[in-house]
């Protein structure tokens, strides 16, 4: 379940909630803000569930400072903490964070390796330098911190297309899939990818999670439900970096005509261009029954799923109201 940084008051006790009604874990999402602060106050008031980024972004901070907030989430919570990454886009990361995105494949892969050298070796004395194509550490003057509660923390990398699906199996704990992910994108090449990566490193499919989001905007009222999930299928459709994504669903020129507005940051004023087609390629809309018997299928894929409604452009009663029929359905 998603637990973003709300009211002290609401976020206390939707995660106490979700640890008595038995749930795994909880995700925290990096939209702006670092997602470490919700998920440090979810950890003073729970034992039992498992506390992860969902996700933080790999480039919007040094790796650095993502490693010792791990760290520190770790401690705080006795090790139920996960790290969640994601790349998001080159626009936001250059634009909104000022930090380089370059190749974002090699540029993982390398942010990866310093997190876990850090977790494992900054409190051992050991760590004299790191020189990559994206980061240069100094570690020379660096006081070696308290040990870690864990020197190992699963990392888990959430991707949108094949080449970062395939890498996050190759070299992390678990794949999380985008939440823009349609069913027959999560069955069909999701797994293809993942199958790739795991063969590359010589892995098992049983050494990695994997973590699914399927949007589900549960309402007896199906065309409310689908004009509700208008606006955020504009927010991801109108990113250009998801172009491609959305041709090859066939949704090239709705795509286009969305980035329109996301370009002058309206993304909401071309929300009604979204036809009810798009919609439920990437949201399962309707009653619940129907909505459960629909995304079925992505058991045969994933370990684990993380139900969510589609939230943009919907006022805050509106996607709490959507998120307890999520919660009655699939967590009672």
């Known amino acids: 379940m998603i637990t973003p940084a709300v009211p002290p008051g609401v976020l206390a006790g939707q995660a106490k909630m979700y640890e008595q009604a038995g749930l795994e874990g909880l995700f925290a999402p990096q939209v702006y803000g670092p997602p470490f602060v919700p998920l440090a106050a ?8 498992k506390l992860a980024s969902g996700i933080a972004l790999a480039f919007a901070r040094s790796p650095f400072e993502t490693a010792m907030a791990a760290i520190d989430l770790d401690r705080i919570s006795g090790g139920r903490f996960i790290l969640g990454l994601g790349c998001s886009i080159r626009s936001w990361s250059e634009g909104f964070f000022g ?35 994206y980061h240069r550490h100094d570690f020379s003057e660096l006081q070696p911190p308290p040990p870690p509660l864990r020197t190992e923390l699963p990392i888990w990398i959430a991707a949108l297309r094949g080449p970062l699906v395939s890498l996050s199996a190759e070299i992390a704990d678990g ?29 098992r499919r049983s050494d990695i999670e994997v973590n699914l989001w399927p949007l589900v905007m549960i309402n007896n009222d199906r065309a409310e439900a689908i004009n509700d999930s208008r606006a955020t299928i504009a927010f991801y459709a109108g990113m250009a970096q998801y172009e491609e994504y959305f041709g090859a669903h066939g949704f090239r020129k709705e795509a286009q005509r969305l980035q329109e507005g996301v370009k002058r940051g309206d993304y ?41 409604p589609a939230p943009y452009g919907l006022p805050a009663q509106k996607v709490l109201a959507y998120g307890g029929a999520i919660a009655s359905t699939f967590y009672s």
């Open 268 to 308: 909401l004023g071309v929300a009604h261009l979204v036809p009810v087609e798009m919609v439920e390629t990437f949201v399962t809309c309707g009653p619940a029954d129907e909505v459960r018997k629909r995304i079925e299928p992505l058991w045969d894929v994933a370990n684990s799923l993380c139900p969510v």
């Open 175 to 203: 794949v999380m899939g985008h939440a823009i992910w349609s069913i027959r994108w999560a069955t069909n090449e999701g797994p293809e990818a993942i199958k790739h990566g795991l063969a590359r490193a010589g892995k």
């Open 42 to 49: 979810a950890a003073a008031v729970t034992t039992r569930v």
């Open 99 to 133: 930090m380089p995105y370059g190749r974002p494949l090699e540029h993982m892969r390398e942010v990866v390796e310093i997190i876990r050298l850090i977790i494992a070796k900054a409190h051992t004395g050991e760590l004299a330098s790191f020189e990559g194509l």
